[in-house]
Nanobody, 121 residues
Framework: QVQLVESGGGLVQPGGSLRLSCAAS????????MGWYRQAPGKQRELVAAITRGGESNSADSVKGRFTISRDNAKNTVYLQMNSLRPEDTAVYYCNAAGVINTARVTNNYWGQGTQVTVSS
């Protein structure tokens, strides 16, 4: 069983910063891609940023220059540093791990439970 545990969400004023963390635990051999998605009320879930095991990353145009994704492969952990936050960044942020290979050599994808980020004055 693999679990993703997110932390770091909360309430912040516009222009502020937050750092999200997501740690994957369980019988994991490797994780191909780790990423962050978000879903605002009444909207579809969208990709925020993703990063491969080799360190290649991509991000949504709306967060380029403000958000930075990184990961620690040894800890199976992905981070999202969010700067210059705007009210439109308010959403539930979900961690995703894709191409997770476990000790049984089975590959699956997993989601975290979500963490609320609210940007408001």
């Amino acid at each position: 069983q693999v679990q993703l545990v997110e932390s770091g969400g909360g309430l912040v004023q516009p222009g502020g910063s937050l750092r999200l963390s997501c740690a994957a635990s369980g019988m994991i051999i490797s994780i191909n891609v780790m990423g962050w998605y978000r879903q605002a009320p009444g909207k579809q879930r969208e990709l925020v940023a993703a990063i491969t095991r080799g360190g290649e990353s991509n991000s949504a145009d709306s967060v380029k220059g403000r958000f930075t994704i990184s990961r620690d492969n040894a800890k199976n952990t992905v981070y999202l540093q969010m700067n210059s936050l705007r009210p439109e960044d308010t959403a539930v942020y979900y961690c995703n791990a894709a191409g997770v290979i476990n000790t049984a050599r089975v590959t699956n994808n997993y989601w975290g439970q979500g963490t609320q980020v609210t940007v408001s004055s």
